[in-house]
């Protein structure tokens, strides 16, 4: 089991909404998980990092991403776009379905082709981490006529998501229903699509009334997937109804600040999380978790330690995810970052509340160094790291 110390950090973000920040300035890690905070002995570690004054952030969780096979996605001719996300800090992806297979016929999908298409994907990136990303695939697309024994089919293969989509409320909601609770029963989660239709064309427009008696546990993209329910269901939504709200880089910005706000009037910002809702129409953005977290603090008024809380330990709890928090016991996923030159003040803090894009030198995953010395994704920081390595579990590069 290899031992890591990142020691001399300038800022400590937690991912937790009630304590955003630390005062710590160090932390151990232990194989895959961290073990300490401020430990009393900076000896015997097979890997050093002298952070040299940078902040330490949780690795981000893109809640919504459409992946297909590997790191291919067909709906940009795109190949090596997880890797670059994770260029950008994401370290964790969850899939909101993998519709975009090529000649996927979205008018005659069948209960066993949704589940055997889940079942792949759910098998082949559980086998593969594509570009080191820990992308949680098989997301079913539910289809009428699923049966119990469907869900068993996708829980025996790991995935954690169902979604609605392509579902047409209106013809049995007593059937929805019974698949919000056949997926609980299992451990599965459920996501719908909210908003007007997506790219596909067919996916079917969902606002207030549906959400009221479907009860899912994550309503996707309410600021739109590209297009927003309307404002008047928007706002019933956050005052009325009680489970995670998901906004997405690819929706529309005044329904996003309106939802924002909304939820912090309410008292209810642990309800919101993020996603990017690509590849898709929108494209590939690698640095779409962070555009997410400076648009929730330069100009939703949001704390910078609440708005990277939101990304990681909002996202990853509604998802039912060990990520997106930092302390002892937990994944060391990770990432250190700072100001870019000529970016506003002097502190990660400083450059997020502005809505400067910060520069990242490392990205660890389960405690590896998946990205070391500079992110191609970003400009490098002011400050730069030094690390004395490496274990032979340690999977990084020499800066």
Known sequence: ?????????????????????????????????????????????????????????????????????????????????????????????????????????????????????????????ANLRAGSVKLYAGTALLVPGMTEAHFDRLAAAGARLVKFLFYPFAQDPAEAMRYV??????????????????????????????????????AAHISGGPIPMCDEDLDRVIDELEFPLEICSSGNYASGHRAVRRLVQRGRLDRLTLGSDTPGGTGVIPRGAWRNILFLSSMCGLSPGEAIAVATGNTGRAHGLEEGLLAPGRPADLALCGPVEGSAGTTLADAVAHGDLPGITHVLIDGKAVVSGRSRQTPPPRLRPVMACCGPDFMGSRP
């Open 1 to 125: 089991m290899s031992r890591v110390l990142i020691h001399n950090i300038g800022e400590f973000y937690t991912g937790d909404l009630a304590q955003p920040t630390l005062p710590v300035k160090a932390l151990s890690i232990e194989g895959s998980r961290i073990a300490q905070f401020d430990p009393s002995s900076h000896e015997g570690f097979d890997t050093v990092i002298d952070a040299g004054g940078l902040a330490v952030v949780p690795g981000l969780i893109d809640g919504h991403v459409h992946p297909v096979a590997g790191e291919w996605t067909p709906t940009q001719d795109a190949i090596g776009w997880v890797g670059n996300y994770l260029h950008g800090g994401t370290t964790s992806m969850l899939s909101a379905g993998e519709l975009h297979t090529p000649g996927l016929d979205y008018g005659n999908l069948t209960p066993d082709l949704v589940t055997s298409l889940a079942e792949v994907t759910a098998n082949t990136f």
């Open 181 to 218: 609770r056949w997926a609980r029963e299992r451990g599965l989660r459920s996501k719908v699509h909210t908003g007007g239709v997506s790219r596909s064309g067919v996916s079917q427009i969902c606002g207030f009334e549906i959400l009221s008696w479907l009860q899912p546990d994550i």
